[in-house]
């Protein structure tokens, strides 16, 4: 068996046990709401801290803020070129969706690449009652997104890891000087406008 055939043949075995996993438990609704719910915690979360940080004066917590942004917008450019190169259907056009989605490219998945991008960066950046918080929301989104039949198997892996990825290395050179330049001009940025 090649790599390729093997890789759909693990694609199409999870998301039919996901599925019917759904449907037998009669979790769709559950699965509708939470396969796009918890990520928009991501931009609530980022513009409250920053507000809290600005008022606490606090611009090194701003810096790890940006860096998170950062690490959240490269995941999102990343899944756009490998996107452009590699163009995946989504499940929904092979079979009959839970939920709706526009049948666009599928791998890899932006949701993936966005949520844990920022979990990563609650944890590395020293959010971690946050982080262990809003995990098990990033495991069900994504798990409804395989159920759901909107994203296959391999697109969350390969989106969870670019997002891994990314803020790693925003991580790794979070202290170095042209990052450090970079985030300190968005914050004096921020200050004119009383941000």
């Known amino acids: 068996m090649s790599i390729l055939n093997w ?3 693990v694609n199409e075995k999870i998301s039919l046990v996901t599925n019917s996993f759904v449907r037998d438990y009669h979790l769709t609704k559950l699965v509708w709401i939470m396969a796009d719910f918890p990520i928009f915690f991501t931009p609530v979360f980022l513009v409250s801290a920053w507000i ?6 606090n611009d090194n ?3 790890d803020l940006i860096l998170i942004f950062f690490s959240v917008v490269f995941s999102i450019i990343t899944n756009l070129i490998i996107q452009q190169i590699v163009f995946e259907k989504r499940p929904e056009t ?13 791998f ?7 949520s844990f991008a920022f979990l990563t960066g609650l944890y590395l950046f020293g959010y971690k009652k946050i982080f ?7 495991i069900l989104m994504n798990f409804s997104r395989i159920a ?6 391999w697109d969350v892996v390969v989106g969870a890891f670019i997002g891994i990825f990314w803020t790693f290395i925003f991580k790794k050179f979070s202290h170095h000087p042209i990052l450090k330049k970079v985030t300190g001009f968005f914050i ?3 200050k004119i406008f009383k941000l």
């Open 132 to 138: 262990w918080i809003y995990l098990p929301f990033v």
């Open 108 to 114: 890899p998945s932006d949701h993936a690449a966005v």
């Open 61 to 63: 917590k701003k810096h």
């Open 148 to 153: 759901g039949w909107v994203h296959w198997f």
């Open 94 to 106: 092979f079979v009959e969706p839970l939920i709706e989605h526009i049948p666009n490219a599928s």
């Open 7 to 9: 890789v759909w043949w």
């Open 188 to 190: 004096k940025i921020a």
């Open 52 to 57: 809290y940080w600005t008022l606490k004066n």
